[in-house]
């Protein structure tokens, strides 16, 4: 039998068609057992887990038929402790069951930080290391000494604190800087225009210590106390050309543009 005989006969035909059916058998087969597997168009969305504790996201998630772990923790003083204050995937978002949740909880408490070395460092190290591990740098005053801007000390509400100890994260710690001994005067900045946060950087940067500070009529909220500027400073500038390295500037703000910018009656109230 030649080969044109043998394609064509009964036998090889019927072991053609079989091994075909048997082949489109096998890969629907597959096909159903692939869309079984990965529940082909069978999403649903995750519920929302914010705020409950374990107990509760555990059974929400547990219906839900998702899995989950945590990943982080972190304080948030709206969440109670042990709460769930962030999940991916979003509330709403559609997923497969079995599907891994990632959760961040909530911390039992803030968080907590040591103070790191401050002192015997100059003044913009100093602020480094406290933004280096959370800790905000607050005012600025000065006591004698004969290295200028050197850290003298470090203060947390008022008291002496030292390297070592814990603080809450976020804490404002003031600083004592060093005077400069033999320096005896520096140049009085005129900070009338400026807001607190300019005024603060520019009297430190000309050793001084900011004093006391009076709002007038036109600041009511905290809102209006940041877009408040300088209309008036004690010592003026105008009369004042230098003062003592350490001493105090009082500053008046208010959010009425006309008064901030009448140098002249500011000048005859001082005079």
Do not use: C
């Not at 079984?36 to 969305?45: E, I």
């Not at 504790?53 to 402790?81: G, I, Q, R, W």
């Not at 005024?199 to 009529?217: C, K, M, P, V, W």
């Not at 209006?224 to 400073?233: N, T």
């Amino acid at each position: 039998m030649n080969f044109k005989e043998f394609i064509t006969s009964k036998l090889f035909l019927k072991n053609f068609l079989f091994s075909l059916g048997l082949t489109l058998a096998l890969v629907i087969l597959v096909l159903l057992a692939l869309r079984f597997y990965t529940r082909h168009g069978q999403a649903f969305p995750v519920p929302n887990v914010y705020g409950l504790s374990e107990d509760e996201y555990s059974a929400v998630l547990d219906k839900a038929d998702l899995k989950f772990t945590v990943v982080d923790s972190t304080y948030n003083e709206n969440v109670k402790p042990g709460g769930v204050i962030d999940q991916i995937p979003d509330a709403g978002h559609k997923v497969k069951k079995n599907r891994m949740v990632y959760l961040t909880l909530n911390a039992r408490g803030p968080e907590e930080v040591i103070l790191p070395r401050v002192t015997d460092i100059s003044h913009r190290q100093a602020i480094v290391q406290l933004e280096s591990v959370g800790l905000v740098a607050g005012n600025v005053t000065y006591e004698p000494s004969e290295f200028q801007n050197l850290v003298l000390k470090a203060k947390y509400k008022g008291e002496e604190i030292f390297e070592g100890e814990r603080l809450t994260k976020g804490s404002v710690i003031d600083l004592v800087l060093g005077s400069g001994e033999g320096s005896g005067t520096t140049s009085l900045p005129d900070v009338r225009g400026m807001s607190l946060f300019e005024a603060r950087s520019a009297l430190s940067g000309a050793s001084l210590t900011l004093g006391t500070i009076f709002y007038d009529e036109t600041v009511i909220t905290s809102d209006d106390s940041l877009v408040a500027v300088i209309y008036r400073q004690h010592p003026n500038p105008e009369f004042s050309f230098q003062t003592l390295i350490g001493s105090q500037v009082d500053i008046w703000l208010t959010t009425d543009a006309g008064k901030a910018g009448n140098k002249e009656a500011e000048e005859e109230l001082d005079f």
